[in-house]
């Protein structure tokens, strides 16, 4: 049975992909910044490890992740919804909470930082087939298994 890190190494680990990620992140709260100015509103989320813009004027509805900050349509993360293969008719899945998937993404952010982005349109961007959008639909799934290949 694996042995948990030390919290000081969880920290470490958490910062160093904070600051990886950054160039992503500034991003997402340029984005978010302006999206106050349409009655967004803004708060952090420890559980998600990120800044957290509520009441994004989104289309489609629903939550997009730029490093450490969701962007979400939604008045919170605590809805439900549907995984990327149930929605395509691929499968059964009960719906996840969208705060799980997101995380999953910040957590991928954090592992990538500013290559996430050029990594996740290769793998085919917002669709069914793109294997970082699967690991998170795992991850809100079982809670484990954020990234592709794992869980």
Known sequence: MKRPLPL???????????????????????????????????????RELALVFERVPL?????????NVILLSADDLDVACATYE?????CRHPAVRLGDHERAHVLQYMLLGP???PVYLVCGGVSVRNPLERAADRYALHGRGWWPGTG
């Open 59 to 67: 289309r489609p509805r629903g939550a997009m992740t730029l490093g």
């Open 115 to 117: 290559l996430f982005l």
């Open 8 to 46: 000081a190494w969880r920290r470490a680990g958490i910062a160093a992909g904070v600051l990886w990620t950054s160039p992503n992140t500034a991003l997402g709260v340029l984005v978010g910044t302006l999206a106050l100015a349409f009655g967004a509103r803004l708060r952090f989320s420890r």
């Open 86 to 90: 149930h929605a395509a008719g691929r």
